[in-house]
């Protein structure tokens, strides 16, 4: 019995010797992946706000800020919402009263139009997420937030507006690199 276990054994062991480079190899690689860590997401949000409290009377006082778009942008959403003030300011100026209003617009650098909104109420609308185009890619430059607001203010009775747009950055961070990469 021995005889025949011994010439197995030195064919399997010719084998095993003949082949290891490629499976040393294979294992080695295996255990340096291992060693190397996993890819992260990186996401950052910076966020643009236009607040504003009107006193006495405002009419069609503009706002313009801009915001910057590259390709790691891979969301962009926008929070509007309007307070306009009590009964006493509809008591004091009843005609200026229906004038009251926010108008918001933001525009790609393309001049396109990506988000309007007019609140003339006391109102807060559903956070919006502005769609990027076909490509799945926002355009990139600096988008144009335009705002014109008419209201009034009489000591604490004050309409105010805010409007806060968040751009969200993502990239994949890989071990070996430590450097953002946009896939």
């Not at 409290?53 to 503009?62: C, L, P, Q, R, S």
């Not at 769609?131 to 990139?140: C, L, T």
């Amino acid at each position: 019995m021995q005889q025949r276990l011994f010439p197995v054994f030195v064919a399997l062991s010719m084998l095993l010797l003949s082949a290891s480079g490629c499976i040393g190899l294979l294992q080695g690689r295996e255990y340096m992946e291992h060693l190397r860590g996993d890819v992260q997401q990186s996401t950052s949000i910076k966020t643009t706000v236009v607040e504003h409290y009107f006193t006495n009377a405002e009419i069609n006082v503009e706002w313009n800020e801009k915001f910057t778009v590259d390709s790691e942008v891979t969301k962009i959403g926008v929070y509007f919402k309007t307070e306009m003030a009590g009964e006493i300011i509809r008591e004091l100026f009843p005609d200026f009263f229906d004038l009251r209003e926010v108008n918001v617009e933001i525009k790609d650098p393309s001049g396109a139009l990506k988000y309007n909104a007019t609140h003339d109420t006391t109102k807060t609308a559903p956070y919006v997420l502005i769609e990027p185009e076909a490509d799945g890619e926002f355009i990139s430059g600096e988008w144009n937030i335009n705002i014109v607001g008419t209201g009034g203010g009489i000591i604490s009775e004050q309409d105010n507006f805010l409007l806060s747009v968040d751009v969200t950055r993502t990239c994949t961070i890989y071990p070996q690199d430590d450097v953002c990469v946009v896939d």
